[in-house]
């Protein structure tokens, strides 16, 4: 009895050693970033979006993930949409180069640096000098910033669900929970709930490697 006792807790403590020292895989990027130095605070500031995304069930899904997309689309043809009615100054429904010139006329010079004239013509698709809400839709995007850690705020709700632990096409609160706990654990060495300053520099040399390799990408 007492043997068995003995031996059990003995096999025990070897598994949780073991665990311990295998290494554990490092988390993705966009869980790294923004990680702050406080666990808690941390796990709330991730949790507290993540109730909202996922939908009354607490659980990411596919359907969650569609909606994400129907949103991003829609908010991608406002912002395609948006330099037809801030330029149709007289509101006819035409917008021409004179009415695009004046609108943005207070522009920044990045913007400005991209050239006043192709950039209507870029809107202008039929090219009789006149820019129509349809052919504001159908040009194709000015160039935008690059979006941080390559993801969008919809790709990142996807590689969300593909983190589910046991595939069951659902991250449920929890499941979310336990990925965000073992992403601070893997800075936080001694486990304090907190980030020191040498675990600190470990966090931001992953980051600044991730963005030099990202921009050597981006680069070539
Ligand atoms: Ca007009
Ligand atoms: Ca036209
Ligand atoms: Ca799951
Ligand atoms: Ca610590």
Known sequence: MRAGFVFAAVFLSVAAMSARAETPAAPPIFLVEDMGNARDQYVSSHLEPFAVYSGADRALDEDDIARFRQVDAARQRAVAAMPFFTGDLDADGRMTLDEYKLANLYESRDEAELGMKARFANFDRNGDGIVT?????????????PLAYGLSDTERVAALLALDPNKDGKLTEDEFKALLLSAFSFY?????????????????????????????REKP
């Open 133 to 145: 809400l349809d052919e504001a839709l159908k040009s194709p995007p000015l160039p935008r910033m």
């Open 188 to 216: 936080d060495k001694n486990g304090d709930g907190a980030l020191s300053k040498a675990e600190k520099a470990e966090r931001a040399a992953t980051v600044r490697q991730f963005r030099e390799e990202q921009e050597k």
